[in-house]
Antibody, heavy 118, light 107 residues
Framework: QVQLVQSGAEVKKPGASVKVSCKAS????????IHWVRQAPGQGLEWMGW????????KYAQKFQGRVTMTRDTSISTAYMDLSSVRSDDTAVYYC???????????WGQGTLVTVSS | DIQMTQSPSSLSASVGDRVTITCRAS??????LAWFQQKPGKAPKSLIY???SLQTGVPSKFSGSGSGTDFTLTISSLQPEDFATYYC?????????FGPGTRVDIK
């Protein structure tokens, strides 16, 4: 069955970078885009961008341009989301989601809590 | 950015009730609209895509309708497992944006 397994919780100081991984299994990794969505504590969902695991092409929300980098390692079927210069309002659960076609998120990772605190 | 609003922000309902949630986009998005269900501490789950297409494995008590700027999610007969927060999302224009959510709890 399809699984997206994310890396564990992180605690970072303001100004640091954080890298979250999303390991895919149960399907051909390069065939489906991966999106990243985050959710601050008690808040709603926020789309960050996507990566095409086949080409490595990306699309980021303007809000995160210059701070976010999405990459992938096809040899281990893993996508990554790197957020730099983090600040307290980046504290959130970060999710990866598999786009099964037409921007339809068929599967989600379990989420990774990133806490930014001095 | 396209702003998504949802109404109501919360509602209380009983098992067996028919529930309707409304989502409105600040500009036309044709049918590029998805609905998600999220339970506390869990990842969202996709229910509906393309405004009215049921995600594989989602029970038919969920249905979606609408196009342009106004959309609805209907749960035909609310069951205990349906108490959750529901979000709409537009994917017509970047950045993709979500509504603020509608919390459905037990009356």
């Amino acid at each position: 069955q399809v699984q997206l397994v994310q890396s564990g919780a992180e605690v970072k100081k303001p100004g640091a970078s954080v890298k979250v991984s999303c390991k895919a299994s149960g399907y051909t990794f390069t065939a489906y885009y991966i999106h990243w969505v985050r959710q601050a504590p008690g808040q709603g969902l926020e789309w960050m961008g996507w990566i095409n695991p086949n080409s490595g092409g990306t699309k980021y929300a303007q809000k995160f341009q210059g701070r976010v980098t999405m990459t992938r390692d096809t040899s281990i079927s893993t996508a990554y989301m790197d957020l730099s210069s983090v600040r307290s309002d980046d504290t959130a659960v970060y999710y990866c989601a598999r786009d099964v076609g037409g921007w339809n998120y068929g599967d989600w990772g379990q989420g990774t809590l990133v806490t930014v605190s001095s | 950015d396209i702003q998504m609003t949802q109404s109501p922000s919360s509602l209380s309902a009983s098992v067996g009730d028919r529930v309707t949630i409304t989502c409105r986009a600040s500009q036309g998005i044709t049918n590029y609209l998805a609905w998600f269900q999220q339970k506390p501490g869990k990842a969202p789950k996709s229910l509906i895509y393309a405004a009215s297409s049921l995600q594989t494995g989602v029970p038919s008590k969920f249905s979606g309708s609408g196009s342009g700027t106004d959309f609805t999610l209907t749960i035909s007969s609310l069951q205990p497992e349906d108490f959750a927060t529901y979000y709409c999302q537009q994917y017509h224009t970047y950045p993709f944006t979500f509504g603020p959510g509608t919390r459905v709890d037990i009356k």
